[in-house]
């Protein structure tokens, strides 16, 4: 390995190896509130999907396959089995469903456009035009399978479940809805 001698400013050959990660400033660990896709937030959480090496298209990563159906309106997950949070709780499909009312629901969110402008999930307004809770297009239809409505089909869905506004977090551990 060539390493520059901070001395002498010249590259120099060692024998150890070592790892220097450069990331930005944190503002939060929330993924309600996380804006501009942080890199330090993406060695914390997961989401169904990723951008492996940022190429495309998008490879599973919670998400073991998915299918599309209704012309890219709706969108089924099968989430792999036996992945565990922190505490050792497995992530279920409830799990996701839970995360993403809270970026739709929480007062502290910054990211339900996410989910209303740019990916459009159905949803269900009142007479005031607020959201009404609990009435997103997203359903644990089992533990591990998760289905998506999107009131209309978005060409770039899948790329966009890869941000990290879309990670799951375990219920009660970074607030409630």
């Known amino acids: 390995m060539k390493v520059l001698d901070e001395e002498d400013e010249e590259e120099t050959d060692v024998d150890r190896a070592y790892l220097r990660m450069v990331v930005d400033s944190v503002s939060s660990m929330d993924p309600v509130v996380i804006q501009l ?10 989401r169904l999907v990723e951008h ?5 298209p998008v490879e599973g990563v919670l998400a073991e396959d998915w299918s ?3 012309n890219g309106r709706i969108y089924e997950f099968d989430l792999k089995e036996g992945v565990q949070f922190h505490d050792g709780r497995e992530v279920t499909a409830d799990d996701f469903v839970y995360s993403w009312r809270r970026m739709a629901e929480s ?4 990211n339900a456009d996410d989910l209303f402008d740019t990916f459009e999930i159905e949803q269900e307004r009142d007479d005031d035009g607020e959201l009404v809770p609990d009435s997103l297009g997203v359903e644990a239809v089992d533990n591990y399978t998760l289905r998506v409505e999107l009131t209309r089909s978005f ?13 799951v977090t375990p219920e009660g551990v970074v607030g409630d809805i």
């Open 155 to 167: 060409y770039m869905a899948l790329d966009q479940l890869a941000s990290i506004s879309f990670a």
């Open 68 to 70: 599309i159906e209704e």
């Open 37 to 46: 896709d942080s890199v330090g937030e993406y060695n914390i959480y997961e």
């Open 107 to 110: 007062p502290d969110t910054r």
């Open 52 to 56: 492996v090496h940022g190429s495309l």
